[in-house]
């Protein structure tokens, strides 16, 4: 088995209800989504070969017993999914943070299934594979980047009409520099929303430096 591996490193995670958890992340390379606003575009190709052994191997180099598995995305990647299950044979708390445009119903079931749906300023909305919904749960969480008001008001309704909260958390985050966080969650408040405003924790702390 082959994995081709963006970079591996140690942070806090600055997203979803594990936000703030100091977090091994395990970036893989590629991606079939090109979001307007996407910032880890640097993934999108190259990369270094690596095996499940040596990617273990490194993640414990660090103390952590979070790791998140990202990208560009990671499911573009068929041994994403051993990946996934080896992780969790070894005891950590694994998420996955995906796009939401590739089936998800195979993912290990101990893993957190943190996924997008992308709205329409996105330019992938077209994409989302409304059939992933019927596999998620309460240990699964849903994040939508808004975007424009726009965006907001296609949020919304799709909550609203899918009963996104029923099925596990949704989380509803500014895209940076396009939309003022303030707005949004004013939104929210004026509509009653159940769903959880999210900034990124680690632009806040570190800005747009890569490998954190």
């Known amino acids: ?25 395990v970036r893989l390379t590629g991606c079939p989504l090109r979001c307007t606003w996407c910032d880890t575009t640097y993934s999108f190709t190259g990369g270094e070969p690596a095996s499940i052994e040596s990617v273990l191997a490194e993640v414990g180099k660090y103390p952590a017993r979070q790791v998140c598995v990202t990208g560009g995305e990671p ?22 943070e995906t796009s939401g445009a ?22 992938e909305s077209a994409k989302n594979l409304w059939a992933n919904l019927d596999t998620l749960n309460r240990r699964d969480e849903i994040k939508i980047v808004i975007a424009s008001r726009g965006d907001y008001e296609w949020a919304r309704e799709v909550l609203r009409d899918r009963q ?31 769903v959880r405003f999210q900034l990124q924790l680690h632009k806040l702390l570190w800005g747009n430096m890569k490998g954190k």
């Open 1 to 25: 088995m082959a994995l081709r591996l963006t970079e591996i490193f140690y942070s806090l995670q600055g997203e979803a209800s594990r936000a703030g958890l100091p977090t091994v992340f």
């Open 75 to 96: 499911l573009s990647q068929k041994d994403c999914l051993p990946l996934l299950t080896a992780l969790c044979d070894a005891g950590y708390d694994v998420s996955l």
């Open 102 to 123: 590739l089936d998800v119903a195979g993912v290990d079931p101990r893993v957190a299934r943190i996924m997008d749906l992308k709205a329409p300023d996105s330019g």
């Open 164 to 194: 996104l909260d029923r099925l596990c958390p949704v989380l509803l985050s500014p895209a940076g520099g396009l939309i003022e966080p303030q707005s949004l969650a004013e939104w929210i408040l004026e509509d009653g929303l159940n």
